[in-house]
Structures are given as structure tokens and as C-alpha cells.
């Protein structure tokens, strides 16, 4: 699809879907990741790139925007919208940014730390869907409108079911660390009787968006899945896709 820009250069932009492993999207995607990887950069930088990767991974869409000069602002304007529609990622070939305009990371190590917030929340139970819903809608009243309720082994209708299913694939990774490991072993035991999960997109406010996901693992006993971490209901990170983990974090306690 081409699209013309006023008086300035037109735009191209292609489509293309993410099929199975080993096709030119899975291959561009590695590329990407394999670029940003290869250059030096700090601690900190380093866990945002791995957030950012993550994030890549889970990717199932890519549209590829060309110009025949440098984008100018309208044609910025256009691709920053699309990537807002799709809560994407814009890649320049230096930089990453999210789809507000933050910068994720750029081939120096610099980053925005309030860049890429979570784009949805995923809340995981052992209790039976019913017996959930009830007792969230009895605690949180209007507000848990807004959940997507799911059983725990088909999440197919969630708009991010992708990212949620890698997410949950990690409880088989094996993390070098032994703090991460042992926490990771007590979140395979917990995955082990879930049933339910609740989710929700992300709006405007995360920490807004963070306090609600909160509210609903705690009314239902639950933990809270955003593809990159998984928190405990007070908040503290029982551990991320980086090996960090808290702890003073603890699995709630509840029967089967």
C-alpha cells in the first residue's frame, strides 16, 4: 500500500505475517534482536534490551514502512499511529521506540525507563472461572467490567494470547541463576492448578492499569502475568523473563 504525503515523498507500507519459524518475518525479527545484542551497553540497558526482545519475540505482524527520502513529520505522524493502534514497536534502524514515542533502546545504550509499559495484564488462578468472577466482581464492583475471562488452556480469543502463552512456555526454561531457578520451580508448582485467567489491554495510566491487575489477584488469589513478569498480589515481582526477582515475594497460598 502506498500512501501519498501531501507535497513530500510517499510512503510505502507492507504487511506481512508471522507464520511458522524460519520464515523471512521470524528471520527479520532475530536480526533485529541479533543487532542490539551486539553492542556494548550497561546493566540497566541490557535488561531493557532483553524487555524489548521479549516483546519482539512475541511478535506476529510486521509492517515494513519505506520512503524514498527521510520520514518527515507527517509521515513520523502516520507510522506512529499505526504503531499506537497495534501497541507495536517502531524500529529506525538505530532505535527502538514504543508506540507513545518513548525510547526503548537506541545502538548506545540509551533508554527511557518509563518505555514500554505493559500492554495488557493477565491475572492467573486456581480457583474455577465462576467461583473467580464472583468473587472479583464482588470486590472490585464496575471495574472488573473490563476483564477477559479465559480457562487457563485457551486463551485464543485475548489479543495478546501470544505473548500470554510465551509467557507461561518460560516456566519451562531452566534460568542460570539458582535464586531464579527455585522461584521458578514454585511458579511451575502454582501454574500446575491454575484454572482461570483474567485479562485486560492496557490504557492511558499503568500505574493505574498495574493497581486494577493488582485488585483482581488479590480478590481471587491469583498472580499477575504481563509478559515479561509475574507479580505477587502486594506488588512485589516473584520474578521477569531477566532472572530479577524479590524476596520478599510469595505465591498466595491456596488450595487446588
Not at 540497566?44 to 532483553?50: D, F, G, P, S
Not at 537506541?106 to 486456581?126: H, M, N, Q, S, W
Request: proline share 4%; with cysteine; aromatic share 8%.
Amino acid at each position: 500500500m502506498t500512501v501519498s504525503l501531501g507535497s513530500g515523498p510517499s510512503l510505502t507500507m507492507t504487511v506481512t505475517q508471522r507464520k511458522r519459524a524460519g520464515d523471512p518475518v521470524s528471520t527479520t525479527l532475530l536480526g533485529a534482536c541479533a543487532f542490539f545484542r551486539a553492542k556494548r551497553m550497561g546493566d540497566a540497558a541490557k535488561l531493557m534490551r532483553e524487555r524489548a526482545c521479549a516483546r519482539i519475540f512475541d511478535t506476529h505482524l510486521l509492517i515494513g514502512c519505506l520512503s524514498e527520502s527521510a520520514l518527515g513529520a507527517e509521515a513520523e505522524a502516520l507510522v506512529g499511529g499505526v504503531a499506537e493502534h497495534f501497541r507495536g514497536m517502531v524500529y529506525s534502524g538505530h532505535a527502538l521506540r514504543d508506540w507513545a514515542g518513548r525510547l526503548i533502546i537506541d545502538v548506545r545504550g540509551t533508554f527511557d525507563e518509563g518505555a514500554l509499559p505493559p500492554a495488557y495484564f493477565c491475572v492467573a488462578t486456581r480457583l474455577p472461572l465462576a467461583k473467580a468472577r464472583q468473587q472479583v466482581k464482588e470486590e472490585l464492583g464496575a471495574r472488573a467490567e473490563r476483564l477477559r475471562w479465559y480457562a487457563a488452556d485457551d486463551v485464543s480469543g485475548f489479543p495478546f494470547s501470544t505473548s500470554v502463552e510465551k509467557q507461561v512456555g518460560y516456566l519451562e526454561a531452566k534460568p542460570r541463576n539458582a535464586k531464579a531457578a527455585q522461584r521458578l520451580e514454585q511458579l511451575h508448582q502454582f501454574w500446575s492448578g491454575v484454572r482461570t485467567l483474567a485479562a485486560f489491554e492496557t490504557e492511558e495510566d499503568p500505574r493505574r492499569d498495574l493497581s486494577e491487575a493488582l485488585g483482581v489477584s488479590s480478590a481471587c488469589q491469583g498472580i499477575v502475568m504481563d509478559g515479561w513478569s509475574f507479580l505477587a498480589p502486594d506488588g512485589h515481582l516473584l520474578l521477569d523473563r531477566g532472572e530479577q526477582l524479590s524476596s520478599d515475594a510469595s505465591l498466595p497460598a491456596v488450595a487446588g
